[in-house]
């Protein structure tokens, strides 16, 4: 598995795969790798002849320079972690800030037909022109075929095939299911900075979920997010910042139920300082 730092590597080694007429998976990451990141990259590689995976902690997605500075980086840990899956498929960007931006650090200015507007987008100034940019600058210098990324960012993988539809990106982006510990707690590369009790009580978020879930099939949705709220308003630790009932294409908050629409429900929750966020489908 070989591990580069700079895109003029990439370039050849994705010219000699083009040239063997290999399909490439690619699975962005910003590294600190879990469970639920190797099972996109198994997904890439049962789907793929090679799967690049890129390591990058992407500036520009932050609108928090503590939550920047404070990202774990594992780059050692995750290679060790990725050979595990595959020595002879895989291979690894992982640049410096400079070799994607080239001195020039900032977004570029996006129109994903309002999707950049609801949840994430109303708490993270600036978020998805950050993730637009480096999902495209990826995109440019990998050139895959496929792309994978986990429905816990759903809004994200949203904006990412609007991204892809508005540019004519030739890349097919493929959803993967969100991947939970035992006690239900989305896998993500926060939880590792969970103090002891946070931990402990982090799976009420999914467990809140799957109740809404439940209730959503009898109740309205204001019902049911002010339940949700009621739950988090008397829990000692965990904060809420959001939950809301949204139609899966638009990301629009539901006003009235329509069978012939597609539901989901999405939270963020502060536990401590770390911001924690799922979704959960309803219908
Ligand atoms: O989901 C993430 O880890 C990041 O937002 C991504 C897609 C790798 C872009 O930096």
């Known amino acids: 598995m070989k591990v580069f730092s700079q895109k003029v590597q990439i370039y050849d080694a994705v010219d000699v795969l083009k040239e063997k007429l290999l399909t490439l998976g690619l699975v962005p990451t910003m590294g600190a790798l879990h469970e639920g990141h190797l099972e996109l990259v198994r997904t890439a590689l049962a789907n793929n002849d090679c799967v690049m995976v890129s390591i990058f902690v992407n500036p520009t997605q932050f609108d928090n320079n503590d939550d920047l500075k404070k990202y774990p980086r594992t780059l050692n840990d995750d290679v060790v972690l990725l050979r595990t899956v595959s020595e002879d498929r895989l291979l690894v960007y992982a640049p410096t800030v400079d070799d994607v931006y080239e001195g020039h650090t900032v ?3 996006f129109d ?3 999707l ?11 978020h998805f022109d950050g993730v637009g940019t480096i999902v495209k600058r990826l995109f440019e210098i990998v050139k895959p075929d496929n792309a994978y990324f986990g429905e816990k960012d759903f809004q994200q993988l949203q904006i990412i095939k609007k991204l892809v539809e508005k540019y004519r990106i030739p ?3 493929i959803g993967c299911k969100i991947h939970r510990e035992v006690n239900g707690l989305a896998m993500s590369s926060r939880n590792t900075r969970l103090k002891p009790k946070y931990k402990k009580a ?9 109740t809404a879930k439940k209730q959503f099939g009898t109740k309205s949705a204001n019902k049911v997010i002010k339940w949700v ?3 988090f308003a008397e829990h000692d630790i965990l904060k809420l ?4 009932i949204a139609d899966v294409d638009t990301l629009k908050i539901v006003k009235r139920k329509s069978h012939k629409k597609t539901y989901r429900a999405f939270i963020a929750v502060y536990a401590d300082d770390i911001r924690l966020i799922d979704n959960i489908a309803l219908n």
Do not use: C, H, W
């Open 107 to 109: 977004s570029e200015k």
């Open 112 to 114: 994903f037909d309002g």
């Open 116 to 126: 950049e507007f609801e949840m994430e987008g109303r708490f993270r100034n600036g």
């Open 171 to 173: 890349v097919n982006i």
């Open 202 to 210: 982090a799976p009420f978020i999914y467990k809140t979920l799957t």
């Open 229 to 231: 709220e009621k739950q």
């Open 241 to 244: 910042e959001y939950f809301i």
